[in-house]
């Protein structure tokens, strides 16, 4: 109950943490606490616990929890602002760190390096139970996706990203979008955010 009174208000934590407020802290008791179903693993050393997975935001509070830093960005962020209609089951975020992917029981998890002075572009989200997590804002999620992706450079394969016609047309940030290409410095990317604008728009 002392344990669960210090951490549970963060909802996930690490083992360097725990010993950090208790630096004699039994390791065993993360393991029995995991068999018995308070706690659940999200990758080594990383805990959180059991209550969250009934959150629906929980997976991308824990996203940015285990790995950062972070933000949510590409399709996952897409499909929170509604831009593309698929639900998305990974979620997919950017980082400053080395690419790697977890899988545990909140879901599938990637991360995509870019270079430190291209992390930018997100806010923080509200998480219900306390905290924040980091998510693209959606001119950046849609820069990092073509970024990232060199492959989205037809307007065919453009138009399968099914992006909001409505959103594009009304919503879409022009300026702001823009200025974040113009950010990453690449001829490339300026093409490929050209034709997705010619795809989209009827400016």
Same mark, same amino acid.
């Given at each position: 109950?002392?344990?669960?009174?210090?951490? %549970?208000?963060?909802?996930?934590?690490?083992?360097?943490?725990?010993?950090?407020?208790? !630096?004699?802290?039994?390791?065993?008791?993360?393991?029995?606490? /995991?068999?018995?179903?308070?706690?659940?693993?999200?990758?080594?050393?990383?805990?959180?616990?059991?209550?969250?997975?009934?959150?629906?935001?929980?997976?991308?509070?824990?996203?940015?929890?285990?790995?950062?830093?972070?933000?949510?960005?590409? %399709?996952?962020?897409?499909?929170?602002?509604?831009?593309? !209609? #698929?639900?998305?089951?990974?979620?997919?975020?950017?980082?400053?760190?080395?690419?790697?992917?977890?899988?545990?029981?909140?879901?599938?998890?990637?991360?995509?390096? /870019?270079?430190?002075?291209?992390?930018?572009?997100?806010? !923080?989200?509200?998480?219900?139970?306390?905290?924040?997590?980091?998510?693209? %804002?959606? #001119?950046?999620?849609?820069?990092?996706?073509?970024?990232?992706?060199?492959?989205?450079?037809? #307007? #065919?394969?453009?138009?399968?990203?099914?992006?909001?016609?409505?959103?594009?047309?009304?919503?879409?940030?022009?300026?702001?979008?823009?200025?974040?290409?113009?950010?990453?410095?690449?001829?490339?990317?300026?093409?490929?955010?050209?034709?997705?604008?010619?795809?989209?728009?009827?400016?």
């Amino acid at each position: 109950m002392q344990f669960r009174e210090q951490w %549970h208000r963060m909802g996930c934590f690490n083992i360097y943490q725990v010993r950090a407020w208790c !630096p004699d802290f039994d390791r065993s008791n993360i393991t029995r606490w /995991v068999k018995r179903g308070y706690l659940v693993k999200l990758r080594q050393d990383w805990y959180a616990f059991s209550e969250l997975l009934s959150q629906p935001d929980a997976p991308k509070y824990v996203a940015g929890a285990m790995y950062s830093p972070s933000y949510v960005s590409l %399709h996952a962020a897409l499909a929170y602002y509604g831009i593309i !209609p #698929e639900a998305v089951s990974k979620i997919t975020s950017v980082t400053s760190r080395r690419t790697t992917s977890y899988c545990n029981a909140f879901g599938e998890f990637s991360y995509q390096t /870019v270079k430190p002075e291209l992390f930018f572009g997100y806010k !923080p989200v509200s998480f219900p139970s306390g905290g924040s997590y980091l998510m693209a %804002h959606p #001119e950046k999620a849609i820069v990092d996706l073509l970024y990232l992706y060199p492959q989205y450079n037809t #307007e #065919e394969s453009l138009l399968d990203l099914r992006f909001d016609e409505y959103w594009m047309q009304e919503d879409l940030n022009l300026d702001l979008l823009m200025e974040y290409t113009r950010r990453c410095s690449s001829k490339s990317l300026q093409q490929r955010i050209d034709l997705l604008i010619k795809t989209y728009r009827n400016d």
